[in-house]
């Protein structure tokens, strides 16, 4: 499996680093915590509730990095391993669970590609077949980065997918922690260092971000993730994502590239052009 790090002219490059990635952050831990083991694994050792703003910056820090990291992609995704290995456990129901299990890590891993796909569908230009091949090629990339055991992963895009409603199907559950993670949005606590006149004002805000956060999360899960965990979902429920979906892809489309792009990212592109205007510059022969 190859292992080398990500550059210009993959489709990660030009995506993993989008601010539009947050919109379905919520809804890949929903899919993440339905499988028994992550599921135990992060009731018992996430921050994801005593610390949420902390958590969503890590996260988004590792994931960046795992990209735009050049040599030290690899490194994070070992960093991330190491990180993991004491984590296990019994959970409520008696099974025993480890954060490295071959099964959970892959299933953690392989619903970003899901979520990328989900991502472009309602915010921005769904991909075509052969973009989700190339985009999947990627990911099997990104799975090296972080030490996913191969046998794990769907060797095509096909095989993906058929993986993917069987897991959907005869491995996630409704679990309590996923259930916890969907009560959680609805309220968004204030950002730490938020000055003390305007954390007055954060609870309507945080309670109207909080609804839309929760509004966006379970519309963008599969339909049969949905009936798993008893949500329900309307026809003009769907209408209304769209519409909202529309704007903003027609917004980001026209956002400035340091706007649109997370800091890691955007720094690790404007790198990468000014390297290529360089070596452009430089006499052959």
Not at 142 to 167: C, Q, S
Not at 190 to 217: I, S, Y
Not at 246 to 262: D, F
Request: proline share 8%; charged share 25%.
């Amino acid at each position: 499996m190859n292992i080398e790090p990500f550059g210009p002219g993959s489709i990660h490059w030009d995506t993993a680093g989008e601010y539009r990635n947050l919109l379905v952050a919520g809804s890949a831990l929903v899919l993440q915590t339905m499988h028994p083991a992550v599921g135990a694994a992060v009731a018992e050792h996430s921050t994801y509730k005593a610390d949420p703003w902390g958590r969503l910056e890590r996260t988004l820090a590792s994931v960046q990095k795992w990209v735009y990291g050049g040599p030290g992609g690899p490194a994070e995704g070992q960093r991330l391993r190491e990180l993991h290995k004491p984590i296990s456990g019994v959970d409520e129901q008696g099974r025993s669970y480890h954060a490295l299990n071959g099964e959970a890590w892959a299933w953690v891993h392989l619903t970003l590609f899901e979520r990328f796909i989900t991502l472009n569908r309602y915010f921005g230009t769904p991909f075509t077949r052969a973009q989700e091949r190339r985009l999947y090629a990627e990911s099997r990339q990104l799975g090296a980065i972080l030490r996913v055991p191969e046998r794990e992963v769907p060797e095509d895009l096909d095989a993906f997918w058929r993986y993917f409603d069987d897991m959907v199907a005869h491995r996630l559950e409704p679990h309590p922690t996923a259930l916890d993670v969907l009560s959680a949005l609805r309220g968004t606590p204030a950002p730490p260092g938020l000055p003390a006149p305007l954390r007055r004002l954060w609870t309507p805000v945080g309670v109207g971000a909080g609804e839309f956060n929760r509004f966006v999360t379970v519309g963008t899960l599969p339909p049969a993730v949905r009936e798993k965990l008893g949500l329900r979902w309307t026809a003009r429920d769907e209408r209304r994502l769209r519409q909202v979906g529309h704007a903003v892809a027609m917004v980001t489309s026209r956002l400035p590239e340091r706007l649109r792009y997370m800091p890691i990212a955007y720094r690790a592109r404007r790198a990468a052009r000014s390297s290529q205007r360089r070596a452009e510059r430089l006499p052959v022969g």
